[in-house]
């Protein structure tokens, strides 16, 4: 297992273009989660699934944002009308339920997103 | 990050110890996190510490919890030049992790 796969590595898009981001989580998690980091601040919470269910959202998923899981394995974040706000680091996490919270979240590389 | 607050940066000379502290305010969290995250990387998991315990010692960091005063720290001994990043604290809020602004580490030879 190699970890928690993001792609792409980084999206450049222009102000109004929809975009849609991936994530495969460690294969034997079934809890995913999404974050959103920008300059110089800490990652904030976006959304959570276990297995394909979404559990939360956090109120900073605005309606442009949607999440899926469809077979409780991979995991896409699309951003409608993009704006130059979005700019972000977009993280991927898996973790695996009944472990202990003390095993932490496993994170991806990110998705570094650009709005130009 | 609300309501996780570290210092912002620290500098040390390579060999010192690097102490770095958190202070949350969630106290029904059952573990509490250390991240490290270098330029351009996802987060790393550095270590962690249940809530019943004051101190956790693993290899070079140290983990010292003072749950009255809400107080978490990272001691880093022997701190390299493979150590400067930057070092998120975590506290758990529902299924949520919050994260402070993290502290950047910079480690000078």
């Known amino acids: 297992d190699t970890g928690v796969s993001q792609d792409p590595r980084h999206k450049i898009t222009k102000r109004g273009q929809n975009v849609t981001f991936r994530c495969d989580p460690i294969s034997e998690h079934n809890r995913l989660y999404w974050y959103r980091q920008t300059l110089g601040q800490g990652p904030e919470f976006l959304t959570y699934f276990q297995n394909e269910a979404q559990l939360e959202k956090s109120r900073l998923l605005s309606d442009r944002f949607s999440a899926e899981r469809p077979k409780g394995s991979f995991s896409t974040l699309e951003i409608q009308r993009t704006e130059q706000g979005d700019s972000a680091m977009y993280l991927c996490a898996s973790s695996r339920l009944g472990t202990g919270e003390g095993y932490g979240y496993t994170f991806g590389s990110g998705t570094r997103l650009t709005v130009v | 990050g609300e309501d996780v607050e570290q210092s912002l940066f620290l500098s040390v000379r390579e060999g010192d110890s690097s102490v770095i502290n958190c202070t949350y305010t969630d106290s029904s969290s059952t573990y509490l996190y250390w991240y490290k995250q270098e330029p351009g990387a996802g987060l790393q998991l550095l270590t962690y510490i249940f809530s019943n315990m004051d101190m956790k010692q693993d290899q070079r960091l140290t983990v010292l919890l003072n749950k009255k005063d809400k107080h978490l720290s990272l001691r880093i001994a022997d701190t390299q030049t493979g150590d400067s990043a930057i070092y998120f604290c975590?506290?758990?809020?529902?299924?949520?992790?919050?994260f402070g602004k993290g502290t950047s580490l910079l480690v000078t030879p």
């Open positions: 975590a506290d758990p809020s529902g299924y949520a992790l919050n």
